[in-house]
């Protein structure tokens, strides 16, 4: 059976870094592509991030480029979001997600796979 567990959410202060993580079990992972979600009061659950399951390609929302990286480790079935320089913006629940042939989508409706959220807030 296909699950995907988000960790590493929590309270940070602008400026301030944190990484999530997603552990994928049930399924071979190589050949997903791996998107990170994020989902704030009120509004829309919107792209992040994305990796492809063919070549690694990665693609980034214009707000949060340059600021976090995606990562995927296949033979431990964990995939990354290394987030820097937050802001209260990026205040949301994070989720990540799967699907094997999103390629670098950051369409929700693509990933049919998702896990159960983590709550990240950014503020002083």
């Known amino acids: 059976q296909l699950q995907l567990v988000e960790s590493g959410g929590g309270l940070v202060q602008p400026g301030g870094s944190l990484r999530l993580s997603c552990a994928a079990s049930?399924?071979?992972?190589?050949?997903?592509?791996i998107g990170w979600f994020r989902q704030a009061p009120g509004k829309e659950r919107e792209g992040v991030s994305c990796i492809s399951g063919s070549d690694g390609s990665t693609y980034y929302a214009d707000s949060v480029k340059g600021r976090f990286t995606i990562s995927r480790d296949n033979a431990k079935k964990m995939a990354y979001l290394q987030m820097n320089s937050l802001k209260p913006e990026d205040t949301a629940v994070y989720y990540c997600?799967?699907?094997?042939?999103?390629?670098?989508?950051?369409?929700?409706?693509?990933?049919?796979?998702w896990g159960q959220g983590t709550q990240v807030t950014v503020s002083s």
């Open positions: 049930g399924f071979t992972l190589d050949v997903y592509a």
């Open positions: 997600a799967v699907e094997p042939l999103a390629g670098t989508s950051l369409d929700p409706h693509e990933y049919n796979a």
